[in-house]
């Protein structure tokens, strides 16, 4: 079983919709989650951090968390084109000292104009 | 504020010869982790620094990946000799404080090329 699952995609939505976006993990140490963006060729960018259980929002953006679960999620609501992308999900947790991220290989999103 | 920058960008070199890739983090960070994506595969931890010191160096795939942190500021990892599986994108990334799970920043990249 592999420590952080994402459906890899392509997922397509068309514009305005809402793109719906799924993560688990298999660590139940695991205590910070994110969710990050990344346009091809280009870094890693962070869209939302969540520690807690439930939801939480950002402009467009909103992260749930179901500890109990082990399930992660990710909306975007009125999805723009330039949301097309893969987004990451990792998860970190300490260890040695250090909170390393455990990435999934990532969703990629196509929002249709 | 400058974000985190690696160089090369890109990096192409036969089996078995050296490479040397640099990271320097975003200014006044003490951690410093590095990353890898190899084709078709997650992005996996490597190794992280706290100011000069390794703090886990427990994703260094072999003894052929050396890395550095002196002074604490840049980092360099060296691939000697490279072999063909060490291809892939190594990311950089940096966080400010030390014992908290803080926003990582990461860095465009370095694509290694192992012919």
């Known amino acids: 079983q592999k420590e952080v699952e994402q459906n890899s995609g392509p997922l397509s939505v068309p514009e305005g919709a809402i793109a719906s976006l799924n993560c688990t993990y298999s660590d139940r140490v695991s205590q910070s989650f994110f969710w990050y963006r990344q346009y091809s060729g280009k870094s890693p960018e962070l869209i939302m951090s969540?520690?807690?259980?439930g939801d939480k929002e950002d402009g467009r953006f909103t992260a749930q968390l179901n500890k109990a679960s082990q399930y992660v999620s990710l909306l975007i609501r009125d999805s723009q084109p330039s949301d097309s992308a893969t987004y990451l999900c990792a998860v970190s947790r300490p260890g040695a000292g250090s909170y390393q991220l455990t990435f999934g290989k990532g969703t990629k999103l196509s929002v249709i104009p | 504020e400058a974000g985190v920058t690696q160089f090369p960008s890109h990096s192409v070199i036969e089996k078995g010869q050296t490479v040397t890739l640099r990271c320097d983090p975003i200014?006044?960070?003490?951690?410093l982790y590095w990353y890898r994506r190899v084709m078709g595969k997650e992005i996996k931890f490597l190794l992280h620094f706290v100011k000069e010191s390794k703090q886990d160096e427990s994703g260094m795939p072999n003894n052929r990946f050396l890395a550095e942190r002196t002074g604490g500021t840049y980092s360099t990892l060296k691939v000697q000799p490279a072999e063909l599986e060490d291809s892939g994108v190594y990311f950089c990334?940096?966080?400010?404080?030390?014992?908290?799970?803080?926003?990582?920043?990461f860095g465009p990249g370095t694509r290694l090329l192992v012919l």
């Open positions: 990334a940096s966080s400010q404080r030390t014992g908290v799970p803080e926003t990582q920043y």
């Open positions: 200014s006044g960070h003490d951690n």
């Open positions: 969540i520690y807690s259980n």
